[in-house]
Each structure stands twice: as C-alpha cells, then as structure tokens.
C-alpha cells in the first residue's frame, strides 16, 4: 500500500495540511545505521485524549473516512526497522510526529523518488511555507519555500522553471548530506 | 543551489505574464490523502504539473487536498470551471494527461471516469 518512505512522508505532510498548518518543517537526517524522518506543523494539533488513538488503524477524525491508516502504517514500518516513534503537541501549538527507523534493517522500506514527491506537494500548496531540512553526521542542507517566495514574487511555485528549480535544488542537498539508496 | 537563478526565473516568467495576462481559467484539484497517495495520487499530481508545464497552460492553477471520502475511487481529480466542477476517479497517469489535454486544453469533457458533476451557480462559484 505505502511503499516507499517518501509515500510516508507525503502522507504526514498531508496531515499537517489538513490541520489547517500555514508553516510545515521536514526534517529527514541519517546518522549511522539511524534515520529520523521528522514533520511538524502549527495545525490545530491533536487533543490530548486523542493522542494515544492516532495509532489506531480504526481512528479516523477525516470526515467520510472509517479509518486513518497513514500513522499506523508509519509506526508499523518504525517497529519492524528496530526503531521507535512519537506523535507529540508542540508547545507553541500543532503536532510534531517523529519515526526513527533503522537504514540498513532489511525491513526498511526504499526512500523512493522524495524530490518528486515532496515538490509537487509543497508546490500545490498556496499559503503554506514549508521548511526541508537534510542532515547527516556531516552537516546539514536547508531550504526554505519562504526565500524562495521572496525572490520569486508573485510568480507560482508551479511555474515550470520554479519546479525543476525546487526539484533539483533538493537532489541536490540529498547528495550533499548522502542522502541515498545504497543498496 | 544558486538562489540567483530564482531571480532570472522570476524576471523571465514575469515577463511572459505582462505579454499574457488574464486571470487563471480553470483550477484542478488532485486529492492526495493517504488513500490517493497509496492508489498513485504522487504520479497523477506530477504527470498533471508536467502537462501543463508542457503545454504552457498559463491560466490553469493546479492544486492539491485531502481526502474527499472518496477512498474507494482514488486517485480523484476535480477540474473546476465557472460553471461546473467534474469530479473524475481512478486517475491514473495517462488519464491524467487526457483530462489535460481533451478536458482543459479542448474543452471536451471526458466521459469515462466521472463520479460525478457538479454545476456551479453565479452565487457559488467554482473557484
């Protein structure tokens, strides 16, 4: 069903977006055999009871929706990879999810083509900035769509030039944190 | 990344709109909920992008959303215009393509693939 980790990842995003978020941060870092992938948002957040429901495969708050299968797969995929998760209230309002998974367990699944499917998504959505972070041991890449608005005016984030330059623009910053499939 | 290229983009892309001008005319909204990423929502929103890109359809706005309860059906694009909206399911790639090309570009709906349409009155508008 959600095969690759960036089909995770957009699916988190999504989340955010529907929580009503005007500023969403991703975060993705591969420290050793570790990779966090980290989204938060200022979205109305999650009420505190719930919290422990958004696991459930069978808790839905999306109206026509009986079950919310994106959390729960995510959590699945943490489990199986010997890594660990948590879906949180950020102080300032809205949720932060965190999964950390192990890269190189067999169980893993690929990263799939995350520039392809992250910037469609942050593309398509007017209104909403967004803040891409890559790290590893090395150091760390950011881009944020808020600089890019400034340099770009009025002119859309999907105006075709606006899209190669965002989609090469975070191949780029994968290769620079290492940011790959190795196997 | 050399943000210095945003500016030429942007003096280049502005001036194309100077020569063009108008408001956009038609929205098409792609449904990207955890069902519709599942089903191939990711390709359909690209291939959707790209077509238009292609095309140099500068008065379609492309957009995204979440979960229409529709799951079944996904991935569901809606293509709203000022006097309708055409919901389409199962959306593949291709179809994608076509609905960008037959639909928007020559203003032939499809027939295949509809679940359902909507008419739009002055007082509700489709945008």
Excluded at chain 1, 127 to 153: K, N, P
Aim: net charge negative; glycine share 10%.
């Amino acid at each position: 069903m959600i095969e690759d980790l960036a089909m995770h990842l957009a699916d988190l995003v999504e989340n955010s977006l529907r929580a009503g978020a005007r500023h969403v941060s991703i975060s993705l870092s591969r420290c050793g055999d570790s990779f966090l992938i980290e989204v938060s948002d200022d979205g109305a957040g999650i009420p505190q009871p719930e919290l422990a429901r958004v696991v459930d495969p069978f808790y839905t708050t999306k109206r026509g929706s009986k079950v919310g299968l994106g959390l729960p797969l995510l959590v699945q995929t943490a489990e199986e990879t010997g890594g660990s998760w948590a879906v949180e209230p950020r102080p300032e309002g809205g949720t932060r999810v965190r999964a950390r998974l192990g890269w190189d367990h067999p169980d893993r699944p690929p990263l799939g083509d995350l520039a392809g499917t992250l910037v469609p998504l942050i593309a398509t959505s007017p209104g909403v900035e967004f803040t891409v972070e890559l790290s590893d041991d090395r150091g760390t890449w950011r881009l944020c769509t808020g600089e890019i608005r400034e340099r770009i005016g009025d002119i859309p984030l999907t105006h075709p030039e606006v899209l190669c330059f965002l989609e090469e623009a975070l191949r780029e910053g994968m290769d620079a944190v290492g940011l790959k499939e190795d196997r | 990344m050399k943000l210095d290229e945003l500016r030429k983009i942007r003096e280049r892309a502005e001036a194309e709109l100077r020569l063009r001008g108008g408001p956009s005319r038609v929205k098409i909204v792609v449904g990207m909920g955890t069902s519709g990423i599942a089903a191939g929502a990711r390709q359909t929103l690209r291939a959707i992008l790209d077509e238009v890109a292609r095309r140099d359809l500068r008065d379609v706005v492309v957009t995204q959303t979440g979960e229409k309860g529709l799951a079944a059906q996904e991935p569901i694009v809606e293509v709203h215009e000022p006097t309708r909206i055409t919901i389409y399911g199962e959306v593949d790639e291709a179809f994608a393509r076509r609905i960008v090309t037959e639909h928007v570009v020559n203003g032939r709906p499809l027939s295949e693939r509809v679940v359902e349409v909507r008419e739009v009155r002055d007082d509700q508008p489709a945008h």
